[in-house]
């Protein structure tokens, strides 16, 4: 494939909760992709959106949280682990949406305070992804005791995440390229 436009894959911080530790790792994350050359990024704080919340689903849309889902090519969804589900309000935002996202490629980042990196919330998040028409990879990143691996101003204590972030990274960069040819070059017949 011949394509050099760069990838657009935004991350999403999945929580709109005072003192959201999920803020530091979708910032980490954020800033790993940013260092990739062929990925335009940014991060979207779900808090900054104004979606009413006496209405659901596309009655919702929001011009310009939809421009960016259209426009990319792959998302970073980091959520954090409430009661082993994921946030209303990351749901709330993700119904506003429906074709934008189909044959984009997403990959889950999972953020709890207990032992299991929000493994929970990236298995319940999996079958949404799979009806909002995205397609998930492989991997994850999962940010167990969240409370351990970043320091109280943000920064990293745990180098061992960068390495693995990256290795997420890669795989959804591949799928999100792959999609992207696929979505430009091979019919749905
Ligand atoms: C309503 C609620 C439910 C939670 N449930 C879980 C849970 O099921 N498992 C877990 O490991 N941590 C749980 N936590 C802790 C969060 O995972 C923890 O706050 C972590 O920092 C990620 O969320 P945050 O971005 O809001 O900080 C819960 C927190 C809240 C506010």
Not at 75 to 92: A, D, Q, R
Not at 123 to 141: A, K, Y
């Amino acid at each position: 494939m011949n394509d050099n436009k760069l990838l657009y894959i935004p991350v999403i911080l999945g929580t709109v909760r005072k003192g959201r530790m999920s803020n530091w790792a979708a910032r980490l994350v954020w800033q790993e992709a940013a260092k990739h050359p062929k990925v335009e990024t940014e991060l979207i704080d779900i808090s900054e959106l104004p979606l009413p919340t006496d209405d659901a689903g596309e009655a919702n849309k929001d011009a310009g949280f939809a421009g960016k889902m259209d426009r990319a090519d792959g998302l970073v969804i980091v959520s954090p682990e409430y009661n082993h589900g994921y946030s209303g309000m990351l749901k709330h935002v993700l119904d506003s949406c429906l074709k934008e996202y189909i044959h984009k490629a997403v990959g889950i980042v999972g953020v709890s305070a207990g032992p299991w990196g929000g493994t929970r919330v990236v298995e319940n998040l999996l079958p949404v992804m799979r009806e909002l028409g995205l397609v998930t990879i492989f991997w994850d990143v999962n940010f167990s005791n969240v409370h351990k691996v970043f320091e109280a101003d943000g920064k990293l204590r745990d180098q061992a995440f960068l390495p693995r972030i990256d290795k997420f990274l890669k795989e959804l960069i591949w799928m999100a390229t792959t999609l992207r040819y696929g979505r430009q070059s091979v019919p749905l017949t």
